[in-house]
């Protein structure tokens, strides 16, 4: 076996092997998160909540999507990432009352461009986030990355009273695979319903992209197959052909007869 050979197969145990191993697990994912219903686990409290703090970072990113068959076009938008405080304000729930809580990142984008000419490889040149002097603008918002839907139009103020949702059970095993909760007693200000959502159709990305794996690390076996064949055939031709050439020397060379001078 030669070299070529061994690194077919090699990466053909690679492929299928991880596609495999992701597709059972995006399949056994979504089978346990097929029957889960977000409102059997988590409670809206409508205007329940009130901001008091918030941790703002944002940053010009290039994005690629599709627009229409063998197209597609770049733009720049701005995202920003919100991590968000707040108490929880009902004096009939004395466990949680007026304590402080830390919320999951919220993921939002703004003032979309698109670029006719784009590099690909370096930092975007155009400053999508500020104007007017480092003035942050607010318009423009758009649906957020990551299943991430506004806890407020833009940027919440401190003192803006928003909705909330808190678990309904105690077992947390029931929602910690998929909700993100920011902090232990998984008290929210993003809809869990997204979440939910979100984590179903990352199971299901994943056992696709296993099939595709799989699939890919088959091709691969078959091509490995049919060139190693190939090669053997030709090594075996030439082998005998070079025979024949010998054989074919050794009878027009007699013992005994002196070469000419």
Known sequence: MNAPFLIGIGLTVILVGSGIFMTVRGNTTGSSLANVKDDSLFLLLEQSCTITGAEHSFDTKRRTRSCGSDCSETYYVCEDQVRYTFVYDNPNDRCINNTEYSSRVSITERNEERVTFDLGFTDPDIDRCTVNQDTIEYQGYVAGTSSSPFVCYGICENGTRVDCWK???TRTGDYENWADCGNDECLKL????YELEA?????EVQA???YFLIGLGVAVSIFTIIAWFCCC???KENNATTKNDNNDSNED???GE???L
């Open 208 to 210: 696709m992209l296993g």
């Open 167 to 169: 678990p309904i059970t």
């Open 190 to 193: 993003v809809n869990p319903k």
């Open 258 to 260: 002196k070469e000419e």
């Open 199 to 203: 984590a179903q159709e990352g199971a």
């Open 233 to 235: 055939s030709g090594a």
């Open 253 to 255: 060379y007699c013992p």
